[in-house]
């Protein structure tokens, strides 16, 4: 377990040097420097710009410094909001996306797992068509789109809701099912068909044969199992919550991250995007990592080589 | 022959003979895959749409990119009021605006403005010589007769110039949704298809070759698996710049892990199978075994595989399209168009549910035909 767990860490950092790596040669492979503009600059400005941005240095020099400063939080300044660090962006904007994030997490959680075992435990009846069919338009459905309709009828036609700002609890509501939208739809299915294959095991008929009750079986001996699938996905969902919060964020005038991002990427600003992309990765591979680790301590079948 | 249960003597070849008609594998499947209504639904749909975003722009007079500022933000149901001659209607744009419309629902050309009232809160018109008036005291606003303050009477006519109505630039939205369907569908299949082409590579070479090799390729492999891949997409196209192009590049290059674990998995199996091992006595190079023997036989879930790429690469490119990084305008796709219609949502709901609705078909269509597929080449899968 212990040799497992070291090994999992180990390919998590090489992973994320390698994102760090992968990052700033992108970013730095881009022609022309950030301060390249129609405007003629004189060369003594530019080469202070420079100096002060380290970019008179050699690439593998900027790269351990850039490196050095991200171990200690900093992702260095700006270049399009001059006197802002990255870093600042990062401390403003994450505990917003993540409120929401978690916020959407627990939804998705308390209505699928409900869902999933309804389906499963109504296999064939109207109650599974009904949550399958809903579950198979949400996972098609795009997230913009639901935002969309849902903005369109609960706040535009219907006046109940805000279309933008999370200020109230009621602003909560559109953005969370919007964004939890696709994992819930996902994993109600996953749920479903992990309950349908554990109930039909040979440890379940003997438990229904020496008497217990159907309730029971289902909490206490199948659920068990049948979860183990579900706390799997957690990671990999969280990272569909954080990448999708994107849009989210954007059409709900969110003040996240994810608007950080996405304005970082419209208007070029470099470090942005660089360090709120290494920001994003490590974030979620370290919720993988957890998940997994989790996942071996809850599910003593699984051997670890 | 009279008797049709007589015994006829059996000769060795007749106990040889298939008499059965013989059965291809694409027969097999397709039989399989046709009992599936859904499958079939989707199929169906797959090839209407293609059929729509391939052929329809031969079937309209106008261009994606064409602007006409007359025309902006038409819907596809108009509410019309009768000209003071009642030999047609007229159609408040959004842009106050007075437009002519025929009785059959094509529009004509826009009304000029004679003289502002505004302590009537009137804007007078000149229709055919007699003077009407956009009366904006109430909301919505409505044509009126200036000299005897009656409203006209109105009624909804459907649009016959523009079927799906006009988007915020007077361009024509079923052209741009034939344009739109064309580019999403394309940039989806040329970006699998890189995928496809890398993964079958990677995974076939990983699997077959085994050993060091194989650690290594799928040690990258998982690294890179966790690494979020939207991400990078997104940073590939700002260093590339918005196009078509570029999106195509982003989404080739980075959706082909789970194709090359796939294909791994398939050749594992299949090395050890003895008709390779007939290949490699026979002294055929590794490249023949793999390009003629292995993959053809991992054929089955490669395809499935491909099938449920599709829509996450139609998906990936909306949102792309949607958060503004996708293609450069005028070129039109799905996503796009929805990025387009969110600003005016409020009044003109239908740019962004038909542009959607789209999106949601394809998504639809390729997940149940992924499904069908996958059951109708595996049969051991389906539970």
Redesign the interface.
Known sequence: MLRYFMKRFG??L??MF??ILL?FT??H??PGGPFTSDKKVSEEVEQALNEKYHLDKSLPEQFFQYLGGILHGDFGPSYKYTGKEVSEFISTGFPVSAKLGLITIVFVLLAAIPMGILAAVKNGKWQDMLVMGAA?IG????S??IA??L??FFA?RLNWLPTYGIDTWKGYILPIIALGGYSLSYMARLMR?SL??VMGQDYIRTARAKGLSEPKVVWKHAMRNALIPVITVLGPTV?NL??GS??IE??FAIPGLGVY??NS??Q?DYTT?MGV?IF??AF??AM?FIVDMFYCLIDPRIKYD | MDNKWEMLEATNEDREKIWTKNRTFAGDVWFRFRRKPTSIAGFIIIVLLILFAAAGPLFTEYSYSNQNLQVVNIPPRMKVFQTPDKDGYLYITQGMQVLQVNTDGTLGSQLTKVREESNRMMTIFDCDGTEVALYYGQKPYVIANPQKNTIYPSTELWNKSYLLGTDNLGRDILTRLMYGTRVSLMVAFVAVIVNMIIGILYGGISGYLGGNVDAVMMRIVDIISTIPLTLYVILIMVIMGSGLQSIIIALGTVYWVDMARVVRGQVLGLKEQEFVQAAKTIGSSTKTILLTHLIPNAMGSILVTVTMLIPSAIFMEAFLGYLGIGLQPPLASLGTMCNDATENLRSCPHQLFIPALVICLIMFAFNFVGDGLRDALDPKLKK
């Open positions: 390919m998590m090489v992973a390698l994102i990052t992108i970013m492979a881009i198979t996972v098609t459905i795009p913009f789109v969309s309709l903005i369109y535009f068909s349908l294959e990272a954080m990448t994107f849009v954007k059409i991002f996405v990427v419209s070029r995007i992309t994003y990765a979620l591979m993988i």
